[in-house]
């Protein structure tokens, strides 16, 4: 039997590597002559740097940044030539913060801009830029900040809720330094920066921006907006990671598929031709999985290759017709299989134990 592991993260358990790691164990268990190959996935959020650093032949360049309320926070930054890879989750997720102490109106993404700065200081002129699971909803102002764009009458680096007062903006010392630099955002988010299906409005809630708030913080960002650039507000993926998206634009970078890039980079094709069954996973398979997410993702590359593709989750809240229309065989949770207590005491442990039971189904 010949099988590929391709996991994403199950956010606040395991990284993309260790669920894999926990996949392939209890499969052996059970097929231990199987043939494994693994290719653990990301979608442009949080393990984006860890999944490439295994595949991409580069060095990690360790850096200290503002955190998204301004503590100093470690980050890194992938080198490979004059081309760079940045998370900007490491500078502004939201797992920075403690949920009691988040204050997303005042989360920055200047961090974002000291990453994108240290690779260009480090000789990159092709900067990828992973966008997702962040903290901040300031439209990147925070990002531009950092280069050196200034606003009169507010703050680009105080959060969305510096923007209020602004009276003008001037991004040309931003776009001059990094003149010459090409920008690729990859993220599984094609929103809007603005209105009912923007950053806001859409991603607001997990961030902690109540419903009574997001009219407020929608209209500094669109304030922003209106003296940046307001035709880039409207761009796909401008509302990517709370309008991170948009200042990207704004510095004419190109948006991609997080996770068809890192499939790209992964050979994730190659590999699902080479095997009999495809196995993904992540924390939690909902309905937000179909958007530019990482199942989705490995279901289309192993339907393409016709492979059937079995996902290993945390929690399982679609049903079969739904997954069958993402190109999903079925799906196992570990809170069916353990019970959440035991699921979320021993993750790496209860991944291993539904993967053994995946295999008494699936192995040949």
């Known amino acids: 039997m010949r099988i590929l592991i391709a996991p994403d993260k199950f956010a606040g358990t395991l990284t993309a590597v260790e669920a894999a790691a926990a996949i392939e164990e209890g499969w052996r268990r059970r097929d231990p002559e199987a043939e494994v190959l693994v290719a653990p996935m990301a979608d442009g959020g949080p393990g984006f740097i860890d999944v490439l650093s295994a595949v991409v032949d580069g060095k990690l360049l360790s850096v200290t940044v503002r955190g998204p309320l301004g503590d100093e926070t470690p980050a890194t930054v992938l080198l490979a030539g004059e081309t760079a890879y940045v998370e900007t989750a490491q500078a502004c997720g939201l797992h920075l913060v403690e949920p009691k102490q988040r204050r997303p109106e ?128 409207d761009q796909k993926g401008a509302g990517a990671a709370g309008g991170l998206g948009y200042a990207l634009l704004l510095l004419g970078a190109e948006r991609v598929s997080g996770i068809d890039l890192v499939a790209e980079l992964t050979g994730l094709k190659q590999k699902a031709s080479q095997v009999d069954l495809v196995l993904s996973g992540e924390g939690a398979f909902d309905f937000q999985s179909r958007d530019g997410k990482v199942i989705a993702g490995v279901a289309k590359v192993a339907n393409d290759a016709m492979r059937p593709c079995v996902v290993l989750a945390g929690k399982v809240l679609i049903g079969s017709r739904e997954m069958r229309s993402m190109g999903v065989e079925s799906a196992y949770a570990l809170v069916d299989a353990v019970g959440e207590e035991q699921a979320f005491a021993d993750p790496q442990g209860s991944l291993a134990a539904v993967a053994e039971r995946v295999a008494r189904t699936w192995a040949r």
């Open 106 to 233: 005042d989360a920055t993404t200047y961090g974002v801009g000291q990453l994108i700065t240290a690779a260009v200081d480090a000789g990159a002129r092709r900067i990828i830029l992973g966008l997702g699971g962040s903290g901040t909803n300031d439209a990147g102002a925070g990002l531009l900040a950092a280069l050196g764009a200034t606003g009169e009458g507010g703050q680009l680096d105080a959060g969305a809720a510096g923007l209020a007062g602004l009276t003008s903006v001037d991004l040309g010392p931003a776009l001059e330094r990094v003149a010459g630099i090409e920008f690729v955002a990859a993220s599984d988010v094609e929103n809007p920066m603005l209105g009912l299906r923007g950053a806001t409005n859409v991603f607001g809630t997990q961030k902690g921006i109540t419903d009574e708030r997001k009219p407020v913080v929608d209209g500094w960002l669109t304030h922003f907006a209106e003296l940046a650039g307001r035709k880039t507000a």
